[in-house]
């Protein structure tokens, strides 16, 4: 059986990304083991701070609610100089203690879009990311001083830019056949679906005609 890759490049404090993880959770329920995921952080600000007031962002919360339905908890940020990166640090660093799932990012992007915990700061990602992973904080946090923790997120936002887009949440798709589409900024289900399905179905007709069609030497 013919399989999709799909690669999700995401910030885990960003509210577009936040708004994906539905469609995606729907989207890797319905094909589960048709489809090889992985995520991946494309931190943003360069990893430094946001520059734009709280007030700012609430505003742009409202507007992603009132494009998307997805609410947005603006408590979570007090300050302009609130960064991304220690919630990316620490789910990075769960990575290298063995928890590659979803567990510790999804953990650290709803306790400050839902519960509104001021994930900019160092001592509260630890804090969310070592309950959420299971392992003791020291541990997490010598892991996120590690640098080959650093150069994972380094690479992996390389390899985002590489891609020639600027907008998280990015989805790149590849096929057995070696069809590729990068959809970025896109999050709603039907747009991930009808790209999968698609890539799939060619993988699939490619596959029986094969088998109905030996290749001629």
Not at 90 to 96: C, K, N, T, V
Not at 149 to 155: D, H, V
Not at 172 to 192: C, H, M, P, Q
Request: charged share 25%; glycine share 8%.
């Amino acid at each position: 059986m013919t399989k999709l890759a799909l690669t999700y490049y995401m910030d885990l404090l960003s509210s577009w990304c936040f708004a994906a993880e539905g469609p995606l959770a729907k989207l890797r329920e319905r094909l589960g083991d048709r489809l090889a995921y992985e995520w991946r952080i494309a931190y943003l600000f360069g990893g430094g701070p946001m520059g734009y007031t709280p007030q700012l962002g609430a505003w742009q919360y409202r507007r992603l609610e009132s494009v998307s339905g997805v609410k947005v908890n603006p408590a979570w940020r007090d300050s302009s100089d609130d960064a991304t990166w220690h919630a990316d640090v620490a789910a990075e660093a769960a990575r290298g203690l063995g928890i590659t799932d979803d567990r510790v990012r999804l953990a650290l992007t709803h306790a400050a879009f839902v519960d509104g915990k001021h994930l900019a700061r160092r001592e509260v990602a630890i804090e969310v990311a070592a309950a959420a992973a299971g392992v003791p904080a020291e541990a997490l946090e010598r892991e996120m001083g590690d640098a080959r923790t650093i150069a994972r997120l380094q690479e992996s936002t390389a390899s985002f830019k590489a891609l020639g887009v600027e907008v998280r949440p990015a989805f790149v798709f590849t096929n057995d056949i070696g069809d590729k589409a990068v959809l970025s900024g896109l999050f709603r289900y039907e747009s991930l679906a009808s790209c999968a399905d698609e890539m799939l179905a060619a993988a699939d007709g490619y596959a029986a005609y094969g088998a109905a069609h030996p290749q001629p030497a």
